[in-house]
């Protein structure tokens, strides 16, 4: 059964990393893969196969539970479900919100100001510009909200190229 879940997490993996010949985006594969991975991880648990080790170290199994001991160990994998899942949906509402950020200060043209100030097409000074928003924007902002509004001032400023072999790169 691990080797299941392993084998699934591989291909899941793989998928994401070939999104762009395969035209998925990144999202499809990688629920898929946590979906089939909590499934999988259920299947076995509940067949006895595999045992599942909540944030306080405790081990649930159904090895040798029964009666009273069943309700005590499903609730442990219930609730070592229910943290994960309350972690990638912590993050999910927060990259949720730091977008929209972005795009309220897209809306209102606030990448447009700061590009009228950004006069350097010099790769040198550019990085020390950018070094210094990040340094201020860091303290105001969390840093991956941070890291995401500069990257989206970096495509405004930093013009994309056609290069000869039809891919996109920014120069």
């Known amino acids: 059964m691990i080797a299941a879940v392993i084998l699934t997490f591989i291909l899941g993996y793989l998928t994401i990393v070939f999104e762009h010949p395969l035209k998925l ?3 499809i594969p990688a629920l898929a893969m946590g979906a089939i991975c909590w499934a999988l991880l259920a299947i076995g648990f509940n067949n006895g196969l595999l045992s599942v080790i909540d944030t306080h170290d405790h081990v649930f199994s159904f090895l040798g539970g029964h009666g009273a001991d069943a309700h005590e160990i499903e609730e442990g994998f219930a609730n070592t479900l229910l943290h994960h899942i309350g972690k990638t949906s912590e993050i999910l509402i927060f990259l949720i919100g730091a977008m929209t950020i972005v795009e309220i200060i897209d809306l209102h043209r606030g990448f447009e100001v700061i590009k009228g100030y950004v006069k350097t097409r010099n790769k040198r000074q550019l990085l020390w510009i950018i070094g210094i928003l990040a340094f201020f924007l860091s303290a105001i902002i969390d840093n991956l909200t ?9 495509r405004k400023i930093v013009p994309e190229k056609q290069t000869a072999g039809g891919t ?4």
């Open 146 to 154: 941070a890291t995401i509004v500069l990257i989206t001032l970096l």
């Open 168 to 171: 996109q790169v920014l120069l």
């Open 25 to 27: 985006d990144k999202t």
